[in-house]
């Protein structure tokens, strides 16, 4: 089995200023494998390859199952775990696994500035976007939060970046074609420049693709969900889990209540959820990187500060 190294030391030196290391070497285990669900293999593999660190990975649906079962030390999943996966947990070590905000994977849409529409539904997008042996062409309607009810009296034409969601699980259903006879009307471009001057060009333009930290200057919709609840495009509705064009993903550490410090191992990927270095790999992929108050969470679930406010992403 490989082991995890780290040749450069870039991110493992700068991880102690927010620690107090005084791990036990018989308490020191390997990480092993670790466990991540399949569309996080690419981002995973070049955040550890950012750093020169050689570590073999699992890739499962059911991450808590690999941690449950000892066969690995870290996981990385989108679902939060159950009470009951956090028993058997508990059960056979003796401890509940620690619980970080790693990233989200988050769709923007985008429309033109003279577009009055300021938000869009779900199921508007999935009639624009999706597949279907008839695809339907909808029209632009009023947005529900403009009060004067001005809308484009024009159909909505649809554009997108050409194997732009490589990850996107949930949004990926709803608009790639899969069956036979089935088709889109959107035009797919090359890349995000291509994608923006199209929207610039064209007042009934719609486009979604993976949101950037480095994206600005552009028009983003809100999305209403199944509910008619609107929200705004923001690091606080993504990592709270209410913006609906996200996921949020958790990471789950292995590490026993008993020892004072972490691994070298564990440094690195507690490092992962403490800064913004990663920025960079994250929005190669379309995942976000932590906002401040998000770190301020991982360090008082770390027990390295104390909680500084009431409330915060659950």
């Known amino acids: 089995m490989k082991r995890l190294l780290n040749k450069s030391g870039l991110l493992l030196a700068a991880v102690p200023a927010f620690f107090s290391v005084s791990t036990l070497a018989n308490d020191v285990r390997d990480?092993?494998?670790v466990a991540i669900e399949p569309n996080m293999?690419?981002?995973?593999?070049?955040l550890l390859k950012s750093q020169e660190i050689d570590l073999?990975?699992?890739?499962?649906?059911?991450?808590?199952e690999q941690m449950i079962m000892q066969r690995s030390r870290v996981g990385i999943t989108s679902k939060k775990w159950t009470d009951k996966e956090m028993a058997r947990f508990d059960m056979r070590y003796g401890y509940r696994p620690t619980e970080l905000m790693f990233t989200a994977d988050v769709i923007a849409i985008l429309a033109n500035e003279n577009n009055p529409a300021t938000s869009i539904s779900v199921a508007e997008l999935i009639d624009v976007f999706g597949c279907s042996s008839d695809p339907?062409?909808?029209?632009?309607?009023?947005s529900?939060?403009?009060?004067?009810?001005?809308?484009?009296?024009?159909?909505?034409?649809?554009?997108?970046?050409d194997h732009n969601l490589q990850g996107h699980t949930t949004f990926s259903s709803w608009v790639e074609c899969g069956?036979?006879?089935?088709?889109?009307?959107?035009?797919f471009l090359a890349d995000l420049p291509d994608l923006i001057s199209k929207i610039e060009d064209e007042d009934a333009a719609i486009g979604y693709t993976v949101y950037s930290d480095q994206?600005?200057?552009?028009?983003?919709?809100?999305?209403?969900d199944n509910l008619g609840v609107n929200y705004d495009l923001n690091k606080e509705t993504i990592l709270s889990g209410?913006?609906?064009?996200?996921?949020?993903?958790?990471?789950?550490?292995n590490i026993p209540a008993h020892r004072k410090g972490f691994t070298e191992q564990e440094k690195f990927f507690v490092g992962l959820t403490l800064s913004e270095d990663h920025q960079g790999v994250l929005n190669q992929y379309g995942f976000i990187s932590l906002p401040p108050e998000a770190i301020q969470r991982n360090k008082v679930r770390l027990s390295l500060e104390e909680p500084a406010i009431e409330g915060g992403y659950k």
């Open 242 to 253: 209410r913006y609906p064009l996200a996921t949020v993903y958790y990471m789950y550490l």
């Open 144 to 161: 529900s939060d403009t009060s004067d009810g001005e809308s484009l009296d024009t159909h909505m034409l649809p554009f997108a970046i």
């Open 136 to 142: 339907k062409h909808p029209k632009w309607t009023p």
């Open 56 to 64: 073999e990975i699992l890739l499962s649906d059911s991450v808590p």
């Open 41 to 46: 293999e690419g981002l995973v593999k070049d």
């Open 31 to 33: 990480i092993g494998l």
């Open 215 to 224: 994206i600005s200057d552009v028009k983003w919709l809100s999305v209403v």
């Open 179 to 187: 069956a036979d006879g089935e088709y889109a009307n959107t035009q």
